[in-house]
Every structure is written in C-alpha cells, then in structure tokens.
C-alpha cells in the first residue's frame, strides 16, 4: 500500500527559535508555531489557534535560528512525525512534530530584517498596478476600421 507523509503550514513564530548541537555537532533547532484555523466556531466568536512543534537539521536549523524570532511569519514544507520515550517516572510519553525539510521567509525580506513585520516599505512593479483604460493614460490605441485591413 502506498503512503504519503506531507505538510505545508504558514504560522507565526511563539518563541524565539532555540538552537542545539547533537553529541555529533549536529545542528538542531526547535520552535512552536501558531496558525489560525481555517473557520471560527461560531458559539466563541474568535478564530481558534493550533499551536505545532516543528523541528529542523542542519542547515535548515541554523537558517532558522539566525533569520526568525518570535512572532515572524514563517512557511514550513515537512512531514510529521510521531516519537515516543518512558519518562524519570517510567510513564510512556508520546511526541507529534513536524520535521521540517524546508523553511521560507513570508513576509518581504525588509519587514523580516527589521523583526516587527511593521513599517517597512514594500516594492509594488507597475505590472500589479490596477490597469487604467481611459485616453488620460500613456498608451494611445488606434482603432482599426475594418477586418480587411488586418495584416494576417
């Protein structure tokens, strides 16, 4: 039987990212984030949050603690993954996480080196521009009197 193990989220970060080395100098970076779910229950009346552990390696570990702390915006494409181990009291404990394999900026570059995701100037091209139709603009447009004059 064929399996599939893929998530793709779009949080904010709860914490600032915390950054660990293995016994084998391996890098490894833990962090929570937050996102919104997709409808509000009604009886409440605000939107209801699930908070997800993710975990990243290596590069994608040093990526993360170095560019993001707590609140950015924050994309993660991974797999879950579940864990389980006896604690001090020899009770078993269970783990659900998303290992991330890779970890992208959301917010533009300027908002994210400032930290606060607030008051940074973003580039709009003129291509996005709402198109404008009236003769005020730049391109002028000849109208074409009849079919037969078309070169094709």
């Known amino acids: 039987m064929a399996s ?6 779009i949080g904010n970060m709860t914490a600032d990212p915390e950054l660990k080395q293995t016994t084998g100098g391996i890098s490894v970076c833990s962090f929570s984030i937050a996102v919104n779910r ?3 229950k009604a009886d409440q009346g605000q939107q209801s949050v699930d908070f997800i552990n993710i975990v990243t390696w290596r590069q994608q570990a040093e990526f993360v603690a170095r560019y993001f702390k707590k609140g950015n915006p924050i994309l993660i494409c991974g797999q879950i993954q579940t864990r389980s181990w006896s604690d001090n009291q020899g009770q078993k404990r269970y783990a659900t996480e998303v290992v991330a394999d890779e970890v992208s900026f959301v917010a533009p570059a300027s908002q994210n080196a400032q930290g606060t995701g607030t008051g940074g100037s973003t580039y709009t091209p003129d291509a996005y521009a709402s198109p404008s139709f009236g003769s005020a603009g730049g391109a ?5 009197p009849n079919d037969e004059s078309l070169p094709f």
């Open 140 to 144: 002028s447009f000849e109208e074409i």
């Open 38 to 40: 997709r409808f509000a």
């Open 4 to 9: 599939f193990n893929k998530v793709i989220l």
